[in-house]
């Protein structure tokens, strides 16, 4: 085998995908695979999508890069449409989840610290989330393997219980600046939170003076059938997080927050040299142009119903399936047993899926999938169990 120069950050399947176009992806030698994995909810208009490459062909004749310290109109208009969307009112642009996340852990030591003139700098997060692999938000994220070999971890992150609001009730103190929440656990098996959970987390934080984070940088864009995770719930958090589908393959990311934060991200205070720089930038604008013009997001609500409800129905004679869950076109099916077999024969069987820990396989296919393309991989899948519990 051909000797490697990259560092083996990664256990790679054993697959070059060449091309892609909506659903589908073809490898180096031609085969074609249904990609329900979008890479990591990223292409969530599928792959290439038209409008979106006319938009990022057009920027590639004018202009690559310049520098924050000069005014973009691009990053005003993107600002400007997702404040629209959503219930913030600035946006801060980066490059990818993680530099969100840590602009939000930022933005909330600082608001607390330079605005409201307190020492408030703890976090409290969740056991099984996951926000990212920077120092400060592997800390964050409550899993111990992404942690392992980093010590020591920066100070002032807690992990309470998920969907337990008296865990969060008894780590507040007197330092709490801020909670940190996903509205569904991804990367730990696709485990949305409860309504009466993050009603009561909202008001909590509330009256408690702490600021509530979103990460919504899984479940943001359309994925989970409402344009933002939190609009299910029906609460307004001070800071939303945003990445993987807003410029539909190129790196992006936003921080998102409520006026009353402008002072705490002044001039000078942070700052990232791509962010928001014109190519991605125009990658947001008409992806976002999309999922409000072809009504994109209503789509993905139904196709995430139908594909639930087909996955319960179709496949519930299984034993070895526990549970499947999930909002929109995010979910999860869990499995008695470690589920990389399956999911090894599902690629060569063409399907392209992934794990969300060690028994759960996550569908994420884009929104505009058809009702025939959840068909396709269901019956994709149920052939494969068929033949793995025959054997």
Same mark, same amino acid.
């Given at each position: 085998?051909?000797?490697?120069?990259?560092?083996?950050?990664?256990?790679?399947?054993?697959?070059?995908?060449?091309?892609?176009?909506?659903?589908?992806?073809?490898?180096?030698?031609?085969?074609?695979?249904?990609?329900?994995?979008?890479?990591?909810?990223?292409?969530?208009?599928?792959?290439?999508?038209?409008?979106?490459?006319?938009?990022?062909?057009?920027?590639?004749?004018?202009?690559?890069?310049?520098?924050?310290?000069?005014? @973009?109109?691009?990053?005003?208009?993107?600002?400007?449409?997702?404040?629209?969307?959503?219930?913030?009112?600035?946006?801060?642009?980066?490059?990818?989840?993680?530099?969100?996340?840590?602009?939000?852990?930022?933005?909330?030591?600082?608001?607390?610290?330079?605005?409201?003139?307190?020492?408030?700098?703890?976090?409290?997060?969740?056991?099984?989330?996951?926000?990212?692999?920077?120092?400060?938000?592997?800390?964050?994220?409550?899993?111990?393997?992404?942690?392992?070999?980093?010590?020591?971890?920066?100070?002032?992150?807690?992990?309470?219980?998920?969907?337990?609001?008296?865990?969060?009730?008894?780590?507040?103190?007197?330092?709490?600046?801020?909670?940190?929440?996903?509205?569904?656990?991804?990367?730990?098996?696709?485990?949305?939170?409860?309504?009466?959970?993050?009603?009561?987390?909202?008001?909590?934080?509330?009256?408690?003076?702490?600021?509530?984070?979103?990460?919504?940088?899984?479940?943001?864009?359309?994925?989970?059938?409402?344009?933002?995770?939190?609009?299910?719930?029906?609460?307004?958090?001070?800071?939303?997080?945003?990445?993987?589908?807003?410029?539909?393959?190129?790196?992006?990311?936003?921080?998102?927050?409520?006026?009353?934060?402008?002072?705490?991200?002044?001039?000078?205070?942070?700052?990232?040299?791509?962010?928001?720089?014109?190519?991605?930038?125009?990658?947001?604008?008409?992806?976002?142009?999309?999922?409000?013009?072809?009504?994109?997001?209503?789509?993905?609500?139904?196709?995430?119903?139908?594909?639930?409800?087909?996955?319960?129905?179709?496949?519930?004679?299984?034993?070895?399936?526990?549970?499947?869950?999930?909002?929109?076109?995010?979910?999860?099916?869990?499995?008695?047993?470690?589920?990389?077999?399956?999911?090894?024969?599902?690629?060569? @069987?063409?399907?392209?899926?992934?794990?969300?820990?060690?028994?759960?396989?996550?569908?994420?296919?884009?929104?505009?999938?058809?009702?025939?393309?959840?068909?396709?991989?269901?019956?994709?899948?149920?052939?494969?169990?068929?033949?793995?519990?025959?054997?």
């Amino acid at each position: 085998m051909k000797k490697s120069y990259l560092f083996p950050t990664y256990n790679k399947f054993p697959l070059t995908l060449v091309r892609g176009h909506q659903t589908t992806l073809w490898d180096d030698e031609g085969k074609a695979y249904l990609d329900f994995m979008t890479g990591l909810a990223v292409c969530n208009l599928g792959h290439t999508p038209e409008r979106v490459k006319e938009r990022i062909q057009e920027q590639l004749d004018r202009l690559w890069h310049v520098s924050n310290l000069f005014h @973009n109109p691009a990053q005003e208009e993107l600002a400007e449409k997702l404040v629209t969307v959503s219930c913030a009112d600035l946006v801060f642009f980066c490059n990818s989840g993680a530099e969100a996340n840590e602009a939000a852990i930022k933005c909330a030591r600082r608001y607390h610290q330079r605005v409201l003139k307190n020492d408030r700098y703890e976090i409290i997060t969740f056991e099984q989330s996951f926000h990212g692999r920077t120092m400060a938000t592997l800390t964050a994220t409550g899993q111990e393997k992404v942690k392992d070999g980093y010590y020591p971890l920066p100070e002032g992150f807690i992990h309470a219980r998920f969907n337990d609001i008296e865990s969060v009730k008894s780590m507040i103190t007197q330092k709490t600046a801020a909670v940190m929440l996903e509205l569904v656990q991804g990367e730990s098996g696709v485990h949305p939170a409860e309504s009466k959970f993050v009603l009561e987390l909202a008001e909590l934080c509330k009256t408690k003076g702490i600021l509530l984070i979103v990460d919504e940088v899984q479940t943001g864009i359309g994925r989970t059938g409402s344009m933002f995770a939190y609009e299910h719930y029906g609460i307004e958090p001070d800071i939303i997080t945003l990445a993987k589908g807003l410029a539909s393959g190129l790196p992006i990311g936003a921080m998102m927050g409520k006026e009353k934060l402008r002072e705490a991200f002044s001039v000078g205070s942070h700052a990232s040299t791509f962010g928001g720089s014109p190519l991605p930038m125009a990658a947001g604008l008409a992806t976002i142009q999309m999922l409000l013009e072809d009504d994109t997001v209503k789509r993905a609500k139904n196709a995430g119903i139908y594909a639930l409800d087909k996955l319960k129905n179709d496949l519930k004679a299984y034993s070895i399936i526990r549970e499947v869950r999930g909002i929109g076109l995010l979910i999860g099916i869990e499995f008695t047993e470690p589920v990389a077999p399956i999911i090894q024969r599902l690629h060569q @069987n063409g399907l392209l899926v992934l794990s969300g820990g060690t028994y759960v396989i996550r569908f994420m296919p884009n929104l505009y999938v058809t009702y025939n393309e959840i068909n396709q991989a269901i019956g994709i899948l149920d052939q494969v169990l068929a033949e793995l519990l025959v054997r």
